[in-house]
């Protein structure tokens, strides 16, 4: 099942507070995101259907194995491709920024050489 961009940003962004906060909730994704409760509602709706996350009773959500898969890629990729960035001698602001649109499109292939010459 091919997986959309935004999916895959709100899945590492639930990986990202879920290892700040302890604890996961829409609002969170919604401040962290600057996105509309309304819209985070419908995301979380859409990835709770296709599987990836759970959520329970008191609104607390849970990455499922299938997006956990996921978020921990982007994750890799956004960290290992901000780092590679700024040793090259970017910015900060812009590695990260940067780093947030190449992960998503990145082959395989392509990130894996970039991480071993990364290191």
């Given at each position: 099942m091919e997986i959309h961009e935004s999916a895959e940003?709100?899945?590492?962004?639930?990986?990202?507070?879920?290892?700040?906060?302890?604890a996961v909730r829409s609002i969170d994704i919604a401040n962290e995101l600057e996105f509309s409760k309304p819209s985070v509602s419908v995301a979380m709706k859409n990835l709770r259907s296709n599987g990836y996350i759970d959520i329970d009773k008191n609104g607390y959500i849970t990455l499922l194995d299938s997006g956990l898969k996921i978020a921990e890629k982007m994750y890799e990729r956004h960290i290992t491709l901000s780092?590679?960035?700024?040793s090259l001698g970017v910015s900060p602001q812009i590695a990260v920024?940067?780093?947030?649109r190449i992960e998503h499109i990145i082959s395989?292939?392509?990130?894996?050489?970039?991480?071993?010459?990364?290191?």
């Open positions: 940003n709100y899945l590492e962004t639930i990986f990202m507070i879920k290892n700040k906060k302890g780092n590679w960035l700024m920024e940067d780093a947030c395989t292939e392509s990130f894996e050489a970039i991480k071993k010459l990364a290191k």
